[in-house]
């Protein structure tokens, strides 16, 4: 009888049906899923009225117009799992950052799919993400409408909080030399009292 040469027990056998260990895993997406993803976007874009370019493969800038936040620009990246937006809504504050902040986080707790976010420089954003397998026109539609009410929205009581000093400063040099304030009547109200944007629900009443 011939003598076992392998150190391989019979146990130690891989089964005939088990996957390889370079498989991919069968919850990953395809390798077509991006190219499906990016071609969504690319559609969603083309057929509607936003500037937009594609930067690269994948890769997208799109600006929204708003109110009172005139201009959002936003990147759309299309990666190997998922579809991310990045949207800047304000530069790092001036002062009030801990109120700036808190009330910031206050806000994710009412957003959907979306939520502020600071870099190292405490620059404000709006962050979004979707798996490939949810991108569809009327969803990317959905999200960017979304940017763009969230980032008007909290635009104005971003400035009055972490801006209100150098707001006050421009107003009293304007009304000063009789220039026009156009650009500052949405804070006609606490300037003209005297009395700083800051209350104890936040300057637009949220809680």
Known sequence: ?????????????????????????????????????????????????????????????????????????????????????????????????EQVYRWLLERNLKLFGMAFAVDHHGDIYLDGRLPLSAVTEDEVDRLLGSVLAYADDSFNPILEMGFGSSIRKEWAWRIARGESTKNLEAFRGWLESGVGPEGPEGPDGSE
């Open 1 to 97: 009888m011939a003598e076992r040469t392998s150190t391989e027990s019979p146990s130690d056998a891989p089964s005939p049906d088990a996957p390889s260990p370079d498989a991919p895993s069968p919850d990953a997406p395809s390798p077509d899923a991006r190219e499906v993803a990016i071609a969504t976007v690319r559609s969603a874009l083309g057929g509607s009225d936003i500037e937009w370019e594609e930067l690269g493969h994948g890769s997208f800038s799109v600006t929204l117009p708003g109110e009172r936040k005139l201009q959002t620009p936003c990147r759309l990246d299309v990666g190997k799992h998922s579809f991310a937006v990045h949207a800047f809504v304000a530069r790092h504050p001036d002062e009030n950052h």
